[in-house]
């Protein structure tokens, strides 16, 4: 994934590790104008769509039960739009990331703390961290958010008597982006979110990183392609490989600059 049309990966690995990433999909530049367009409606969809769900609950006031019903759907079915548009919106607002160095650890343990209370509360996580893992260069707040998203789809992919999910840290010196101007960053700090659902549908495995591409009745579509955003500002890359009871997506980072790594240790 990356939507930066300069930069290409390059990539030395053992060649069955190059095997799956090479299958990793990639978020295209068509992706941002579909974001761009969806952005302006979702803002001009908005001001009618509360026309209509104020006028729906008026009409529902004089309503005898059964129709009320019907009017009550509308106001919900509204709803339901007016949701999904501000995801919509969310995205478009994402702001530049505030980059420092960052312990994954505890970005990663953020994400858990607040899965754990959620919507992965019927999921069983454990945790593999290598602790001498130098900090990555990361906005924490979008760092989180990441692994966040991993782990919902990853509960959401389990059935409802739950799974489960670890969350995996190691150094990998292997990976390397090299740009078309010739420079080039290393990505050695890997995590990894494994879990052992049903796996990602065949049909959609090569766009899972697309905006509006979900495989769920009520999903929108956004969480990996918001997911491939964020990696991308931070010259990351996000790779996945899934197959029925095993699904494993994989973050490559940068190690912090030994400068911001200073001046975060005397914040602290
Ligand atoms: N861990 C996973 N296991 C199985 N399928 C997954 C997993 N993560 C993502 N997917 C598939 O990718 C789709 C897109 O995910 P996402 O972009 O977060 O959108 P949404 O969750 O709203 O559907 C999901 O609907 C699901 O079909
Ligand atoms: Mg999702």
Redesign the pocket.
């Known amino acids: 994934m990356n939507d930066n049309p300069d930069i290409i990966m390059l990539l030395i690995a053992p060649r069955e590790i190059a095997g799956r990433l090479g299958r990793a999909s990639a978020a295209k530049s068509a992706a941002k104008s579909a974001i761009g367009m969806a952005e302006m409606l979702a803002h001009e969809i908005k001001n009618p769509l509360a026309g209509i769900s104020g006028a729906a609950q008026l009409i529902a006031m004089n309503l005898g039960a059964e129709d009320r019903e019907l009017a009550d759907l509308i106001v919900e079915e509204t709803r339901r739009i007016v949701k999904l548009l501000e995801q919509v919106e969310q995205f478009g607002n994402l702001r530049p990331p505030d980059r420092r160095a960052v312990n994954i650890h505890d970005a990663l343990d953020r994400a858990r703390k607040s899965a754990m209370v959620g919507f992965a509360a019927k999921m069983t996580i454990t945790e593999d961290y290598d602790p001498s893992l130098p900090a990555t260069f990361a906005d924490p707040d979008q760092l989180m958010q990441v692994f966040l ?2 782990i ?3 509960s ?2 389990a059935g409802p008597q739950g799974g489960n999910i670890r969350l995996r840290s190691f150094y990998d010196l292997s990976l390397r982006l090299r740009r078309t101007d010739g420079t080039g960053s290393s990505l050695p700090l890997q995590v990894e ?1 494994i ?1 052992d ?5 065949p049909e ?1 495995a090569k766009e ?2 697309e ?1 509006f ?4 009745e ?10 491939s955003k964020i990696i991308s500002d931070h010259g990351g890359w996000i790779a ?1 490989d ?1 197959v029925p009871g095993r ?1 494993v ?1 994989r973050v490559s980072l940068p190690v912090a600059p030994r400068e911001a790594a200073q001046n975060d240790m005397e914040v602290k």
Not at 197 to 201: L, V
Not at 213 to 216: A, F, L, P, T, Y
Not at 218 to 227: E, K, R, S, W
């Open positions: 998203n991993l919902k789809n990853a959401e992919a979110i879990d659902g049903p796996g990602i549908k959609i899972i990183f905006p591409v979900s495989g769920r009520n999903g929108t579509g956004l969480g990996l392609a918001l997911v996945v899934s699904t997506f």
